[in-house]
């Protein structure tokens, strides 16, 4: 069946530095992907999504390439801030007929310090 | 505009008992979707209506767990003879429709079992 995995956290970062956040997935065809974050004490909510092969997903400085050769969508943002700490799941959606649920990664808990 | 709304948004209960968990959606949201989280398993699928039909149950864990949405709108969660495996944030979320269009989702119901 489908799966997602995530880079093990937790992840402490300084202000300004660059992020990457490993997202590999298992899934035939062509999966729908995506990155939510969930901010302390908040909900799940979508940060970022790609549909098809080597679309690129961006929102808030964050962005993710789907790679379709290496199966992966890593979250990657060139300069983060401590509003960025949150724990970031990603997400797969299965491209088979009535497949509609999401398949999550584990997590990852982003800490960022000033 | 309003989100997706859950209650209780904590819920203590002792082995055994039953317990209901109400999930609003999205007013015009024809979608809804279960999904669990906890601590050994991640986010997990539950179930997913598509109006008040389920087309996929897959994810629920055993038959102690069944869930219904009434006039395409508001979804109950049961759980009957809760067990301390069940302990667990329930999560609801909706979307307009299947695909890749974005599941918004609520701020969970934390159960746990004593």
């Known amino acids: 069946g489908d799966s997602v995995t995530q880079m093990e956290g937790p992840v402490t970062l300084s202000e300004e530095a660059f992020l990457t956040i490993n997202c590999t997935y298992t899934?035939?065809?062509?999966?729908?992907l995506f990155w939510y974050v969930q901010y302390p004490g908040e909900g799940l909510q979508l940060l970022l999504k790609?549909?098809?092969?080597?679309d690129k997903g961006s929102n808030k400085g964050f962005e993710a390439t789907y790679r379709k050769e290496t199966t992966s969508f890593h979250l990657e943002k060139g300069s983060v801030q401590v509003s960025d700490s949150a724990v970031y799941f990603c997400?797969?959606?299965?491209?088979?007929?009535?497949?509609?649920?999401?398949?999550f990664g584990t997590g990852t808990r982003l800490t960022i310090i000033p | 505009g309003a989100g997706v709304s859950q209650s209780p948004s904590n819920k203590v209960t002792e082995k055994g008992k039953d317990v209901e968990l109400r999930c609003d959606p999205i007013?015009?949201?024809?979608?809804l979707y279960w999904y669990r989280q906890s601590l050994g398993q991640g986010l997990e699928f539950l179930i997913y209506?598509?109006?008040?039909?389920?087309?996929?149950k897959s994810g629920l864990p055993s038959d102690r767990f069944s869930a219904e949405r009434t006039g395409g709108s508001v979804s109950t969660l049961t759980i009957q003879r809760t067990q301390q495996e069940d302990s667990a944030v329930y999560l609801c979320?909706?979307?307009f429709g299947g695909g890749a269009t974005e599941q918004f989702f609520g701020p969970g119901t934390r159960l746990t079992v004593l």
């Open positions: 899934a035939t065809g062509y999966p729908s």
């Open positions: 790609a549909t098809k092969a080597d």
């Open positions: 997400a797969l959606r299965g491209s088979n007929f009535g497949n509609e649920k999401l398949t």
């Open positions: 209506f598509q109006g008040n039909s389920a087309p996929d």
């Open positions: 979320a909706s979307s």
């Open positions: 007013s015009g949201h024809t979608a």
